[in-house]
């Protein structure tokens, strides 16, 4: 049984910052990968950023590179995104993810959606212009 919970989306406006939070149980450290993915209205659900949970490589998606930061912290069972620089395209529920279908070594390893076994509900984050 793993359980997933996503909490600290919210509304901001443009330029504005939140931080995400995700309370994985069990452990962490049982997971090959963790990551973030986001789905807007009429699109497809796509990657954000993710870490090897193990080797804690990091990879991004290029449209937020530089303003987004995935982190984790595996004594307290949380994965964390800081959000920064926020866009109004960035507005969408995210979804906090993990699998234990393979242990990857870099971060880009983490990166393919149809290994996630296990997902949370999603957080709305919404940014107005």
């Known amino acids: 049984q793993v359980q997933l919970v996503e909490s600290g989306g919210g509304s901001v406006q443009a330029g504005g910052s939140l931080r995400l939070s995700c309370a994985a149980s069990p452990y962490t450290s049982r997971f090959g990968c963790m990551g973030w993915f986001r789905q807007a209205p009429g699109k497809e659900r796509e990657g954000v950023a993710f870490i090897s949970v193990g080797g804690g490589s990091i990879y991004y998606e290029d449209s937020v590179k530089g303003r987004f930061t995935i982190s984790q912290d595996i004594p307290k069972n949380t994965l964390n995104l800081q959000m920064n620089s926020l866009k109004p395209e960035d507005t969408a529920i995210y979804y906090c993810?993990?699998?234990?279908?393979?242990?990857?070594?870099?971060?880009?390893?983490?990166?393919?959606?149809?290994?996630?076994?296990?997902w949370g509900l999603g957080t709305q984050v919404t940014v107005s212009s």
């Open positions: 993810a993990a699998h234990s279908f393979r242990y990857c070594s870099s971060g880009s390893c983490c990166a393919s959606l149809a290994d996630y076994q296990y």
